[in-house]
């Protein structure tokens, strides 16, 4: 992968933690690969680790995202859906635009594998009220 899309995508996915309602102090996030697929789209994807007690905030995507817990127990909310609660080994999968959270839930960190598949003329995330 060249230097320019490593740059690309740490720029991205960094300016995501902007879209935080709360604060996000301790949550690491790694990308992993972006690709300009398919067409008009940009398909990314990434780890988040969130520390005991951390939380993403609540915020929206300009296309899909789907996920699978690494490591460690989550409470996904997601608008319009019952809150549910992830453990290690589960998947999950945001429909475009709907407004989420996510925290590290049962005491220990989170480790989550994400991909977002999104309208490459929009931002990775916005935040969310």
Excluded: C
């Excluded at 690491?28 to 005991?52: C, H, N």
Aim: hydrophobic share 40%; aromatic share 6%; glycine share 12%.
């Amino acid at each position: 992968m060249t230097n320019k899309l490593w740059i690309a995508l740490a720029v991205t996915l960094a300016a995501s933690a902007a879209y935080a309602q709360q604060p996000t102090s301790g949550i690491k996030r790694t990308p992993l690969q972006k690709v300009e697929f398919p067409d008009g789209y940009v398909t990314v994807s990434g780890l988040a680790e969130l520390p005991a007690g951390g939380r993403i905030g609540r915020h929206t995507h300009p296309g899909i995202e789907t996920g699978y817990l690494l490591e460690g127990e989550a409470l996904m909310s997601i608008d319009g859906q019952p809150d549910k609660h992830l453990k290690a080994g589960d998947s999950y999968s945001i429909p475009a635009g709907v407004v989420h959270d996510a925290a590290a839930h049962g005491g220990g960190a989170a480790k989550v594998m994400a991909v977002w598949v999104v309208d490459k003329t929009k931002p990775l995330a916005t935040p969310a009220p």
